[in-house]
């Protein structure tokens, strides 16, 4: 079961990249909970697909997920990345600043039997996000 699973990770990535929103929807359980780095919880497939992922690629258009590092656990699969991209598009309340990110990211999968995504959390520092897009002071 295990190999399943870190492909299915592998491919929801690459399904972020290429912008394969249904490609990307068809790896998430019905009822998944996925919390995201800020701490909001994305319930189901849609809400994880469009209320998480496709915002970022708003947000910045040219948003890749890359420098994968796949960590096969069985049952889970722990993926690193470095998401990178330029602000071009409003994220959340802050406009749009034009600048660059490289963001280490963390993300811990659960799978169920079927083979999709059950569970999850996200991680990544968000202070340092936001001062390289401008919106905070490094050290505030």
């Given at each position: 079961m295990s190999s399943a699973n870190l492909a299915c990770a592998e491919a929801m990535h690459d399904a972020f990249n290429s912008r394969d929103?249904?490609?990307l929807r068809a790896s998430i359980a019905a009822d998944c909970v996925f919390i995201d780095g800020t701490g909001h919880r994305h319930e189901g497939a849609d809400a994880f697909t469009d209320d998480y992922?496709?915002?970022w690629?708003?947000?910045f258009s040219d948003a890749n997920r890359s420098?994968?590092?796949f960590y096969d656990a069985g049952?889970?699969?722990?993926?690193e990345i470095i998401g990178r991209g330029t602000n071009d598009g409003p994220l959340g309340p802050m406009p749009a600043t034009g600048r660059h990110v490289d963001l280490p990211y963390c993300e811990?999968?659960?799978f169920n039997a079927e083979g999709k995504v059950s569970?999850?959390?996200?991680y990544f520092d968000q202070m340092g996000?936001?001062?390289?897009?401008?919106?905070?002071?490094?050290g505030d």
């Open positions: 929103w249904d490609g992922s496709k915002p690629a708003a947000a420098e994968p590092h049952d889970t699969v722990i993926v811990v999968l659960h569970s999850g959390h996200a996000m936001l001062a390289q897009l401008g919106h905070a002071m490094p």
